[in-house]
């Protein structure tokens, strides 16, 4: 996949724009448009079935395949949890797949000099707090608040103006708290066009969106899985997009936030028979994380020790407590870099005399390693069933594709129906 540069700048930005917009610029990602593959197209190609690992959500998915290439990402057409769609951080298991050297975080350049040897000084984009904002501008400015869940202004007449800071006093909020004090912060300035600036989305397109969603509220979400907000400074878009669903009343309301249901998975096998006796032994003994101490109860399900405090495991090792650390081993993880207080990781990864780090990329963590194994792509390169829910409706994606890259074969895939059958009964299927 060739992509200029200000190609793959936009389509970072239309992650995050579809971050918060709950997909509707997903197609802009993706080569090719929808009726052009799975119809024909200029190649014959083969939808096949798996799972989006891109967080815990674990949303049914499918992934479009090509003379062995994955060329685009959807969400599985037959799924009531997730109607046909991946949030935009399903759409990047291409990026992922084929990336030689993932990019962390969307960065502009704010050094226009241009040569070998000059600092670009990159600079974080955040397009996703600046879109959400700005929808919510437009929702407050529009008068298109949920009354019901917000509020109003006790008089009935919407004081929210661009750039006026309004009297907390005028309004009278129901289930939000802090709306004007927000708004006189924050939102009175964010117009459209100033998001326009920071994201790159035109102004129109916002205040169309945030109009739309108004329209719609109590019945919008704005995607809450953990994808979009499972990345550096992830809280800040969490935020956001709390904020927005609030703002439109959208919580326990079909349609919005709602997504209670069971996993249909009592069937499914009991992988006990594989745990061998080390193992079990080993999951009864301390965990090095402190977990279940009096500093860090970690309650999870209502019992001490049960939840996990993996930002503590660097203090453990530096501590020896509850284990002096000889060998670690590091799966998917880049903790010397996402953490807080990440020098600390540095201290504990360098105290650690042999650290096996299993990555798909090189990353600071990967730097302290003594050994590095490659690790494969969950959605695209492993066999796995998992449990997800959604609007009310649970399920547990298969997931099926296996890249040849991975299996060691020729692709699966691209003879069509016969391949994806041989995958579904678990057959020919190596890696
Ligand atoms: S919410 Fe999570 S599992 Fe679902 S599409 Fe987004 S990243 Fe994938």
Redesign the pocket.
């Known amino acids: 996949m060739q992509i200029k540069r200000r190609d793959f700048l936009k389509a970072s930005v239309a992650v995050g724009g579809a971050a918060v917009l709950g997909g509707c610029t997903l197609n802009a990602l993706t080569s090719g448009k929808d009726d052009q593959i799975g119809k024909g197209g200029t190649q014959p190609g083969t939808w096949i079935p798996t799972a989006?690992?891109?967080?815990t959500?674990?949303?049914a998915?499918e992934v479009f395949v090509q003379n062995g290439r994955a060329v685009k990402v959807r969400g599985n057409q037959l799924s009531k949890s997730?109607s046909g769609q991946?949030?935009p951080?399903?759409h990047l298991i291409l990026q992922q797949l084929y990336d030689p050297d993932r990019i962390k975080v969307p960065m502009k350049r704010t050094n226009p000099q241009k040569g070998r040897g000059i600092d670009p000084k990159f600079v974080p984009i955040s397009w996703d707090e600046a879109l959400a904002t700005a929808i919510a501008h437009v929702v407050l400015t529009e008068g298109l608040w949920s009354k019901e869940f917000v509020g109003d202004f006790k008089d009935g007449k919407n004081l929210f103006q661009a750039g006026q800071t309004v009297d907390e006093a005028a309004f009278q909020e129901k289930e939000t708290h802090g709306l004007v004090k927000w708004w006189n912060l924050e939102l009175k300035d964010r117009t459209p066009e100033w998001a326009e600036k920071v994201t790159l989305i035109p102004k129109d397109q916002i205040i169309r969106v945030a109009k739309g969603m108004g329209k719609a509220a109590p019945h919008v979400i704005v995607?809450l899985?953990?994808?979009p907000v499972m990345s550096p400074r992830g809280a800040y878009t969490s935020t956001a997009i709390h904020a927005l669903n609030g703002l439109l009343g959208s919580v326990d309301n079909e349609g919005g936030t709602l997504r209670d249901s069971k996993v249909p998975s009592a069937g499914a096998p009991k992988f006990d028979a594989y745990v061998d006796e080390i193992a079990k032994a080993g999951g009864k003994n301390k965990k090095i994380d402190q977990r279940g101490t009096k500093a860090f109860p970690a309650m999870a399900s209502g019992k001490p020790g049960s939840g996990v405090v993996t930002n503590n495991v660097a203090n453990a090792v530096l501590a020896n407590d509850p284990y002096d650390i000889k060998v670690a081993i590091g799966y998917w993880n880049n903790f010397a870099f996402s953490c807080t207080g990440a020098d600390r990781w540095e201290k504990a990864m360098a105290k650690i005399p042999f650290f096996v780090h299993i990555v798909t990329n090189p990353s600071e963590m990967t730097q302290f390693a003594d050994v590095v194994l490659p690790a494969a792509h969950h959605a695209t390169e492993k066999l796995a069933f998992l449990k997800s829910k959604a609007n009310l409706y649970a399920s547990m994606p298969l997931c099926l594709y296996v890249h040849p890259a991975a299996s060691g074969e020729k692709a699966v895939g691209h003879q069509g129906g016969r391949d994806r059958d041989l995958l579904a009964s678990g057959r020919e299927v190596k890696g």
């Open positions: 989006c690992q891109g967080c959500t674990w949303c998915a997730v991946v949030c951080r399903g995607w899985g953990p994808g």
